[in-house]
């Protein structure tokens, strides 16, 4: 029996409002706000984060501390590729949410193999992070199928380098364990380096839709701010490890308030603000960002050690180094973040001297970490110093609102 026309006409309507093909190269929306379907997914990308943060934790050596940035660094390559995927051809609608529970699916069971990725289940780890960029190689490739012709050369590389990516995880899989760790690390940087040549030899209307939208500018400020819930779960894992004494107490409320002085001095100089529309600001905004997260969650691994010895005399070498070498990567991507920026040209006479302080505090937190006081010296100082960037602003600040009255 044929279907009536009428009905063919109503199936049409309907799968063109749910299941609409992916938006072509630069026509996503410029002041879009991010929707509670992206948030999920960062929330789950989130939860690996934490996994790999209670690995590093537990293993705060140079080895663990190699583990965590190779298998960071695989995370948050698939989180960049999934949501700019999105936010480039995506539409809140079946298709759309159907995309993200596919990645969402194959995200699960790797967040279960990551305590263990660089060793008993690395195997495991490697095939199902293969799987994850077949399925963002398979999804661009879709994307770029109705690409202008100018898009078309970029997207078809973008596709194979990513299922070439998948290639190189699957064959991991057989290699030993420091190989395989090895292996991830350097395949990880040679994906960021062909990132940046896409964006680098770009044309100029490439360029153009290239350039960062509303919505991706609050989805990597999104991203920190879940991360940054790391230091208050490490500071609580370290306190429930123990029994709660007033020393170790207080240790860990001064740590929670430096995960704050992170917040504070990412959100009031950087985050949350478009930066310019250029292919070097856009690559250096996105990729400054990687080192950035990676250091907030290293934190909040090192603040339950920190806790953990709260009585000692000297903090441990691994958590004291960690802890203030997170502090100085904050400051200094925070500022070579704000560098991207508007703002950075139009208050001059506040960025410049706020990135030169930030940077001698960076200095001042490193060598911190080399003098090793008792955790509460150590996390004191640490308020201290991420609250100087903060004083600065103000005081700048006051100073122009006294010339404007006179």
């Known amino acids: 029996m044929t279907p009536r026309p009428e009905r063919q006409g109503n199936w049409a309507r309907v799968r063109r409002q749910l299941w609409r093909p992916p938006r072509a190269h630069g026509e996503q929306p410029r002041h879009r706000v991010v929707g509670p379907l992206e948030l999920f997914y960062d929330l789950v990308v989130v939860v690996l984060v934490a996994q790999a943060a209670h690995h590093l934790a537990e293993h705060l050596t140079w080895h663990g501390l190699g583990e965590f940035a190779a298998v960071f660094a695989l995370v948050w390559i698939a989180w960049l590729n999934g949501t700019l995927h999105h936010d480039l051809h995506g539409h809140d609608d079946a298709r759309g949410r159907s995309l993200f529970l596919l990645q969402i699916l194959v995200l699960v069971p790797l967040g279960a193999f990551i305590p263990k990725a660089g060793g008993a289940e690395g195997a495991h780890f490697a095939v199902n992070a293969g799987i994850l960029f077949a399925v963002l190689a398979v999804l661009w490739f879709l994307a770029g199928r109705g690409s202008a012709a100018e898009f078309r050369k970029p997207t078809r590389l973008y596709v194979i380098a990513t299922a070439a990516c998948a290639v190189v995880l699957f064959a991991s899989a057989g290699l030993p364990a420091g190989t395989r760790t090895l292996t991830w690390g350097v395949l990880a940087l040679a994906y960021l380096a062909g990132i940046a040549w896409t964006i680098l030899a770009a044309a100029p209307v490439q360029e153009m839709a290239l350039a960062l939208t509303d919505a991706l500018v609050e989805r990597f400020g999104l991203l920190i701010i879940i991360v940054l819930g790391e230091t208050v779960t490490g500071v609580v894992d370290g306190l429930a490890s123990e029994p709660t004494t007033a020393m170790s107490l207080a240790v860990g409320l001064v740590a929670v308030v430096v995960g704050f002085g992170t917040w504070w001095t990412y959100f009031d100089f950087a985050g949350h603000r478009p930066p310019r529309r250029t292919r070097t600001v856009t690559l250096q905004w996105m990729l400054t960002h ?18 953990e010895h709260a009585h000692a005399d000297a903090t441990p070498a691994a958590t004291a180094w960690v802890l203030c070498g997170g502090v100085a990567v904050v400051l200094a991507a925070t500022m070579l973040l704000a560098t991207g920026l508007e703002v950075w040209r139009d208050e001059r006479d506040l960025y410049r001297p706020l990135a030169r302080t930030c940077l001698a505090l960076a200095l001042a ?27 600065l602003a103000v005081a700048h600040r006051l100073r122009r609102e006294e010339t404007e009255v006179l």
Request: charged share 0%; no cysteine; aromatic share 2%.
């Open 290 to 307: 990687l080192p950035l997260t990676a250091a907030v969650t290293a934190m909040g691994a090192a603040m339950v050690g920190l806790v």
């Open 365 to 391: 937190a490193l060598a911190l970490g080399a003098a090793r006081p008792a955790p509460l010296v150590l996390a004191l100082v640490l308020v201290a110093l991420l609250s100087i960037p903060w004083g």
